[in-house]
């Protein structure tokens, strides 16, 4: 593989991808999408574990990690945004205290 | 695509060829320890039931031995018992006849103590062992792997390095034929939906959710609430978003692929693909459930190290911690790490962790085999009378 990666993308169906280092808003990062070298600047800054969108996500749809549904958008989310609990809320609401 | 395997008489496939000796009970496990020592190919289970149970504990336990005299790494079976045990020796060994392969039965009771056991134990493991020795590999398709999938000793490279690598591996074993089972029933909770989703028909999706609010009862009832605030602040810190994205972390080991069945502790798969048996999230009971179902070979993702095991089967061991696996080489079988340091993808991690689960089938020793690592440890149902 050329280069280092900083960022992990688990499944091709996801629109988010993990940052494997702390990144700055501005930062290009390179990842292959679906077999397509892609680059992406992040429009805000991304803890190290923490998730940005791959592509514009509407609001009240889901986002795809593991291929899967995590949750569902609460805001339009830009490519390149941090997507987080400001932006998402769980399916199954947050279990406390259940 | 093949591995080299050992033909059985039921026409089922071993990766390994041991001579297995089960005590029945938990007091004729020192003869059954003694009968092995020092004889290579040679393995006992470390039973420490048999006795005193009724109902469903009772067919658990026999179910898990059968299963484990029946599992095609073994090649032959000696079941030693006392005598009075209500779990007899001559019950197990009868279910295990129409695997057709050998087995034989002694009591203590019967043979007159414990040394005469161990001699007449030790003269037909002998026996055993030689036949088995005449037995070699040969060419096996894929598709009769049964592969078992676990996690113990998570960190936060468990849901973002090994857990996806072993999940791209899992869809690899699956993709050419072959079973993939997925357990812990408890660590799927927040994403029991999802799964259900992916079930083959609603009945099987049924089956999922009802297995997760069996658990959830039951926890209730002894005063713990398992679901309880998740993720918790310092998850969310961490970035992980919703409880879905967590348990995920988690049961993607299992991979992406159709699930297919769902099967209660310690019975086998009817079909192909991927298969959830329900276990507890222990560590040991769960290896112990999928093996008596008829698995021959794990892969056991960790995060902090694990020395784990299996009496009859290579356990495969993963880290995606490169600090783990540095302190714990002697333990862990690949380092994932890679993933975390920008150097490798998670499909082509599990296409390595694929090429390791064939030369392991083929032979190669794991590390817990080359340490003698043999944990056993039966799910308990019910409690001694």
């Not at chain 2, 090649?75 to 392969?101: D, H, M, R, T, W």
């Not at chain 2, 960190?155 to 899992?170: E, H, I, K, R, V």
Request: proline share 4%.
């Amino acid at each position: 593989m050329a280069g280092k990666l900083k960022t992990i993308l688990i499944n091709e169906k996801d629109n988010v991808a993990t940052a494997i280092v702390a990144l700055k808003a501005g930062t290009n990062v390179g990842l292959e999408i679906q077999g397509r070298q892609e680059r992406i600047k992040l429009l805000s800054s991304i803890p190290m574990g923490h998730k940005f969108a791959l592509r514009e996500i509407e609001k009240g749809v889901d986002v795809i990690k593991y291929g899967e549904p995590i949750g569902r958008t609460t805001a339009h989310i830009s490519r390149g945004e941090h997507v987080h609990v400001q932006n998402v809320v769980s399916h199954r609401g947050r279990m406390e205290g259940a | 695509m093949n591995f080299q395997g050992y033909r059985r008489p039921s026409g089922k496939t071993g990766l390994r060829n041991h001579v297995l000796v089960i005590p029945s009970v938990v007091c004729s496990q020192g003869a059954a320890e003694a009968i092995t020592r020092n004889l290579k190919g040679a393995v006992y289970l470390a039973n420490v039931f048999g006795c005193a149970q009724v109902g469903a504990d009772r067919e658990q336990t026999k179910r898990t031995l059968v299963g484990f005299g029946t599992n095609p790494n073994v090649f032959a079976v000696l079941v030693v018992g006392n005598g009075c045990e209500n779990l007899p020796a001559k019950e197990i060994s009868e279910a295990i006849i129409p695997s057709g392969k050998r087995v034989e039965f002694i009591e203590i009771q019967d043979v007159g103590g414990t040394k005469k056991t161990i001699a007449k134990g030790r003269r037909i493991v002998r026996e055993m062992l030689a036949d088995a020795a005449a037995l070699e590999r040969e060419p096996i398709p894929l598709r009769e792997l049964i592969m078992a999938t676990e996690c113990g000793g998570s960190d936060y490279t468990s849901g973002l390095a090994s857990n996806p690598a072993l999940g791209a591996a899992s869809d690899l074993v699956v993709g050419e034929g072959g079973t993939v089972i997925l357990s812990e029933t408890t660590e799927l909770i927040g994403a029991e939906h999802l799964l259900a989703k992916r079930a083959r028909t609603p009945e099987i999706g049924r089956k999922v959710l009802d297995l997760i609010a069996w658990w959830e009862k039951e926890a209730i009832a002894t005063g713990q609430d398992i679901r309880g605030a998740n993720p918790a602040p310092g998850n969310i810190a961490g970035g992980i978003t919703t409880i879905e994205e967590k348990s995920l972390g988690c049961i993607y080991k299992g991979g992406t692929t159709t699930l297919e069945e769902v099967i209660r502790y310690a019975f086998p798969p009817t079909g192909k693909g991927l298969v959830l048996m329900d276990t507890p999230g222990h560590d040991i009971d769960q290896l112990t459930g999928m093996m008596a179902g008829g698995s021959q070979i794990a892969v056991f993702t960790t995060g902090r190290g694990t020395p784990t095991g299996s009496p009859i089967a290579p356990v495969i061991k993963i880290t995606g911690n490169a600090e783990t696996y540095r302190k714990m080489k002697d333990n862990i079988d690949l380092n994932v790490s890679e993933i975390l340091q920008g150097k490798e993808t998670v499909k082509d991690a599990g296409k390595r962790i694929f090429e390791e689960v064939i030369a392991v089938a083929s032979g190669r020793l794991t590390k817990a085999e080359k340490l003698g690592q043999r944990d056993f440890c039966i799910f308990k149902i019910g409690l001694n009378f």
